[in-house]
């Protein structure tokens, strides 16, 4: 009985993972991004890398990371997958290129026993309660939405010239939207405009685009917007922070003020355009506690350790990184 006992004990481990007799002196993580040029994943990749030298001082077991870029193919993601494998990678974490067709990355992943930690684009639901050892990191998309909404109606309540620029009695606006089929793209764009209508913000939609989350993109949209619809626009609602900055360049190409544009990621760039007032507001979220997120479960798994309790995963599964509204002072003046 106490033999049973015994082993009973070790078997609970976290990432259900089977106890290795000799303790680990030092760990390989491949990571796969899906476009290292993404602005907001380059915030991400700096605090990973930053986190798993901080856990490798802290601890004194080694952590190699191998960071490859997918280019936005998953083809290419598919086969770094598997090289990962073949490397010997004890846990990986995956960006996925699509979240709709991570079948064959988990496929392969079950099938070496590597676990999968997630992030920042959410595979389907299905995908994720196929097995016991794929966690995921990132923000609920639509509190990221209600937060975007909620900036323009705290504004507009307490200084509606602010929003309604020209004093019609309507808020005229354009939709900045990332990928097509991107889970957040779409629930961002549904619920910030939700979130106006509820706040009783009279908004009406002058047109919108799907600029794939690329300042460059979304400058050129912007810039023809502002061509068919001249003093017009009013308010630019963006899907994330990169594509904000788009439509402020065309704004100052044009010389045109005053246009309230808000994002979503306070990345970097965002946060500068904040602090000068180009930006209106950006939702952000604690990026320390993703980046750190992401690594403390990756080396749990990788270790074959329970799961960190300061990371609390809903459905065992989920981590919801925590966000907040940021805006510019300029535009909480009265």
Not at 24 to 29: N, V
Not at 182 to 191: A, F, G, K, N, P
Not at 302 to 313: I, T, V
Request: glycine share 8%.
């Amino acid at each position: 009985m106490l033999l049973l006992c015994a082993l009973a004990s070790i078997l609970l481990t976290s990432c259900q993972g089977v106890h290795k007799e000799e303790e680990k002196t030092s760990i390989r993580i491949g990571i796969s991004l899906y476009r290292g040029d993404d602005t907001f994943i380059n915030n991400i990749r700096g605090i990973i890398e930053e986190k798993a030298k901080e856990y490798e001082r802290e601890s004194g077991i080694k952590v190699t990371l191998d960071i490859q870029d997918a280019k936005g193919s998953q083809n290419t993601q598919n086969n770094q997958v598997e090289r990962f494998i073949s490397l010997g990678c004890d846990v990986l974490c995956i960006n996925p290129v699509d979240r709709m067709d991570t079948s064959l990355i988990i496929d392969k992943a079950m099938t070496a026993g590597v676990p999968v930690v997630f992030f920042n684009r959410q595979p389907v639901e299905e995908d994720m309660n196929r097995w016991d050892k794929l966690y995921y990191v990132g923000v609920d998309a639509k509190e990221t939405a209600v937060l975007q909404g909620e900036m323009v109606v705290d504004l507009y309540r307490k200084k509606p010239e602010a929003v309604d620029l020209n004093g019609d009695g309507v808020v005229s606006y354009v939709m900045l939207e990332g990928e097509t089929s991107h889970q957040d793209s779409l629930i961002r764009t549904e619920w910030s405009v939700q979130t106006l209508k509820d706040g009783r913000v009279p908004i009406e939609k002058i047109t919108g685009g799907i600029a794939n989350w690329e300042r460059s993109q979304a400058s050129a949209l912007m810039e023809q917007w502002l061509a068919d619809y001249p003093d017009t626009i009013e308010l630019v609602i963006s899907n994330n922070d990169d594509m904000a900055l788009g439509a402020i360049d065309a704004l100052e190409r044009a010389e045109i003020k005053g246009v309230n544009v808000i994002g979503i990621d306070g990345t970097t760039p965002g946060l500068e355009a904040l602090e000068s007032g180009k930006l209106m507001g950006t939702v952000s979220a604690n990026k320390e506690l993703y980046g750190s997120a992401i690594i403390k479960l990756a080396v749990s798994c990788a270790l074959q350790e329970e799961l960190p309790e300061e990371y609390p995963l809903s459905d065992g599964i989920y981590f919801w990184t925590p966000q907040e509204i940021l805006v510019t002072k300029i535009k909480e003046n009265p």
